[in-house]
């Protein structure tokens, strides 16, 4: 049984940071691809940011480019991502995933998915 589990979300006034971070537990193979997503109220969910299981590989949204860094500790198997210049339009629930293939991570068709983690950013 693969368990992703966020953590670090939280209510934060707009210009302030938050550390998002993702433990993966369970047997699987080592994920090659892990990213992060999020849903807001009455809207779709959307891709943030992903990164390859090396760290050779980066994408973020147009959106948060040059706001969020994503970064791994496969020792830990912890994925995170750091929100920096946050605004009331970064208000949702962050979900992480993780899958063998990170086509499939940027393509919202990962194998495993997190709970999400609310993060609330007033003006």
């Known amino acids: 049984q693969v368990q992703l589990l966020e953590s670090g979300g939280g209510l934060v006034q707009a210009g302030g940071s938050l550390k998002l971070s993702c433990v993966l537990s369970?047997?699987?193979?080592?994920?090659?691809?892990m990213g992060w997503f999020r849903q807001a109220p009455g809207k779709e969910r959307e891709f943030v940011a992903a990164?390859?299981?090396?760290?050779?590989?980066?994408l973020y949204a147009d959106s948060v480019k040059g706001r969020f860094t994503i970064s791994r500790d496969n020792a830990k198997k912890t994925v995170y991502l750091q929100m920096n210049n946050l605004t009331p339009e970064d208000t949702a629930v962050y979900l992480c995933?993780?899958?063998?293939?990170?086509?499939?991570?940027?393509?919202?068709?990962?194998?495993?998915w997190g709970q999400g983690t609310q993060v609330t950013v007033s003006s």
């Open positions: 995933a993780v899958d063998v293939d990170l086509r499939r991570v940027r393509g919202g068709s990962a194998s495993y």
């Open positions: 369970g047997r699987t193979r080592s994920p090659n691809g």
């Open positions: 990164m390859s299981y090396s760290g050779g590989y980066e």
